[in-house]
Nanobody, 124 residues
Framework: QLQAFGGGLVQPGGSLRLSCAAP????????TGWFRQAPGKEREGVLC????????YYTDSVKGRFTISRDNTKNTAYLHMNSLKPEDTAAYYCAADLSRGTCPGASGTGFGSWGQGTLVTVSS
């Protein structure tokens, strides 16, 4: 239901923008979250954007470096990642909570619609 793309290889300190398209519903009415899963680790909540454009960080490790924006004309949300570090390497997933506009908890269980992962590798 969601389509995530834009991953790739980037050097430490670099930037990358991931996209999350929602061809089946209108994204602006729902909370949109980004999650990641590094090799051998559990899935981790990164941050979430509510329908009212309120940002919730699920992990302090990305504060000041990552943010989410949304283009309602394209029905697409974006994860902007700056000052990337090797520990940011992971498969990144976008998700939407189709039951409400506020951001659910960091576990991800409140998000009912998920996209496929897009791999981000931060390495020199």
């Amino acid at each position: 239901q969601l389509q995530a793309f834009g991953g790739g290889l980037v050097q430490p300190g670099g930037s990358l923008r991931l996209s999350c398209a929602a061809p089946g519903f209108t994204l602006q009415y729902y909370a949109t979250g980004w999650f990641r899963q590094a090799p051998g680790k559990e899935r981790e909540g990164v941050l979430c954007l509510s329908s009212s454009i309120s940002l919730t960080y699920y992990t302090d490790s990305v504060k000041g470096r990552f943010t989410i924006s949304r283009d309602n004309t394209k029905n697409t949300a974006y994860l902007h990642m700056n000052s990337l570090k090797p520990e940011d390497t992971a498969a990144y997933y976008c998700a939407a909570d189709l039951s409400r506009g506020t951001c659910p908890g960091a576990s991800g269980t409140g998000f009912g619609s998920w996209g496929q992962g897009t791999l981000v590798t931060v390495s020199s």
